[in-house]
C-alpha cells in the first residue's frame, strides 16, 4: 500500500485515492492508561505533538490535550482526566525528538505546566517561514499539500469542556498525523535551497524561549495601549479600570478580554484625562447585557481612580539601555543596515524581520560589534556579508 504519508499529489499520480478522513487514535483518559503510549515511546527517537489548551475560556490557561503520533499511531492524552499520572509521558518525551507546527505557544505552555524543555525540534511553521511560503499556518498548509480541510471549529473550541467531543477529537488527531509528511517536504525544499542550518538555529532558539516560558505578571501591566500620553486622572482610572478587569476576570473565570476590551479602558482613561466627571466616563461603557451585573463596580472603579493621586501610583520601569535614542551616526547606520535587510531578504524571498526585526537593527546599529550575541549565527552571517556591517 502506498504510504499515507505521501504528498497528495504524488499519491494521486500514483494512482491512491487521496482521503481526508481523520485517522483512528486512542484517548488516553483513565489512570493507568498511559501505557501503550510509553510502551510506543519506547520504540521511537521520533514524535509528532500538539496541544490544545483552554486560554479562549478561563482566565488562568491550562493544558487541556496533548496530541501524539508514534510512528502511525495516534494517542489523544486527557491531561484533565482525574487520577492520570504524567510524571513517566515528561521523563520518556524529554528524550525524543521532536515534529511540531508553531511550537512557540506550546513549549511556553508545557514549561509552565511542568517545566518541559525537548531534546530537539523540527518546527514546521518556521520552516515554512525560512521557505518564504505565504500562507504558514497549519491549515493552509495542509491543504496545499494534502488537500486536507481543517474544521475551524476546533480553533476556537471549549478543550476544557467534558467529554471531549468525537469531532473534537478528530480535528485533535489531524493535528499531528501529517506532520511527518509536512516535514519531509519542507526538509527538502530546506537542504535544496541550503537552509537546513538555519532552521536548526531557529528551533534550537525557540527550545530556549520557550523554556523562559510566558512572562511574569508586573505591577506595570496595566500601562496598556499609549498609556504613557496620560498624565492625571487618564493614568490613575486606567490603573483602577484595569484591575477591576482583573478582578472581574478572574471571579467569573474568564479571560480578562471576555469582561471588555483595551479599547474601552482606553477610551474611559481619556476621558477622564480630558477632565471628564464621573458621569461623562460611565456614560461612554457599554458593557453589554451579560455584564451589567457588574457595572456597579466598575463604577465604584472610576471614582477610586478620579480619587487617586497619580504619584502614588506604581512607578513606570527604569528606561531600557536597548531603547535609548539612536545618535543621528547610529540612526545613519540603522537605515544602512536595514537596506541591506531588506534587499538581502528581498532576494532570498523571505520576510525581512526574519533576518533582524526593528528593536535588533536598532541594537545592532548601537553595538554592532555584539551581532553575534544579538542575532542567530545565519542572520549574523547574512548581514556581515553586506556593505553596511563588512567592516566591523
Request: proline share 6%.
Amino acid at each position: 500500500m502506498i504510504s499515507r504519508f505521501l504528498p497528495s499529489r504524488l499519491r494521486r499520480f500514483l494512482g491512491e485515492k487521496v482521503t481526508t478522513r481523520p485517522p483512528s487514535y486512542q484517548l488516553l483518559d483513565q489512570p493507568s492508561s498511559l501505557t501503550p503510549l510509553l510502551t510506543a515511546l519506547e520504540r521511537v527517537e521520533e514524535v509528532s505533538l500538539d496541544t490544545e489548551a483552554d486560554n479562549m475560556y478561563h482566565y488562568k490557561t491550562r493544558v487541556c490535550l496533548l496530541q501524539f503520533l508514534v510512528e502511525r499511531d495516534v494517542f489523544l492524552v486527557d491531561v484533565l482526566a482525574p487520577g492520570l499520572k504524567l510524571d513517566p509521558l515528561w521523563k520518556a518525551l524529554a528524550r525524543k525528538h521532536l515534529v511540531m507546527h508553531g511550537s512557540d505557544f506550546d513549549l511556553r505552555l508545557l514549561h509552565d505546566f511542568c517545566r518541559f524543555k525537548p531534546h530537539s525540534l523540527f518546527d514546521t511553521m518556521l520552516a515554512a517561514q525560512l521557505l518564504g511560503r505565504a500562507r504558514i499556518g497549519l491549515a493552509s498548509l495542509l491543504q496545499d499539500h494534502f488537500g486536507v480541510t481543517l474544521d475551524k471549529d476546533g480553533q476556537k473550541a471549549n478543550w476544557s469542556k467534558r467529554p471531549i467531543t468525537p469531532k473534537l477529537l478528530d480535528y485533535a488527531s489531524l493535528d499531528v498525523w501529517h506532520l511527518p509528511a509536512l516535514r519531509d517536504i519542507l526538509s527538502r525544499e530546506l537542504a535544496k535551497r541550503g537552509r537546513t542550518g538555519w532552521l536548526e538555529e531557529q528551533c534550537r532558539a525557540q527550545i530556549a524561549s520557550g523554556f523562559e516560558g510566558f512572562s511574569p505578571a508586573t505591577e506595570n501591566d496595566w500601562r496598556i495601549g499609549r498609556s504613557e500620553r496620560f498624565r492625571d486622572a487618564g493614568l490613575t482610572v486606567l490603573h483602577e479600570a484595569w484591575h477591576w478587569r482583573e478582578a472581574q476576570a478572574q471571579r467569573l473565570d474568564t479571560p480578562p478580554f471576555k469582561v471588555c476590551g483595551n479599547s474601552l479602558l482606553l477610551k474611559v482613561a481619556e476621558t477622564a484625562e480630558a477632565g471628564g466627571t464621573e458621569a461623562d466616563i460611565l456614560a461612554s461603557v457599554h458593557l453589554g447585557k451579560r455584564h451589567e451585573r457588574i457595572f456597579p463596580s466598575l463604577v465604584a472603579a472610576v471614582k477610586a481612580g478620579l480619587a487617586r493621586d497619580p504619584k502614588t501610583l506604581p512607578r513606570r520601569p527604569g528606561r531600557d539601555p536597548n531603547h535609548v535614542s539612536l545618535s543621528q551616526a547610529e540612526i545613519e547606520l540603522q537605515d544602512r543596515i536595514k537596506g541591506d535587510r531588506d534587499r538581502v531578504a528581498k532576494e532570498l524571498e523571505i520576510e525581512a524581520t526574519l533576518i533582524a526585526n526593528r528593536s535588533q537593527l536598532a541594537q545592532i546599529a548601537r553595538a554592532p560589534n555584539k551581532l553575534d550575541e544579538i542575532l542567530l549565527p545565519w542572520q549574523a552571517g547574512l548581514l556581515l556579508a553586506q556593505p553596511a556591517l563588512s567592516s566591523f
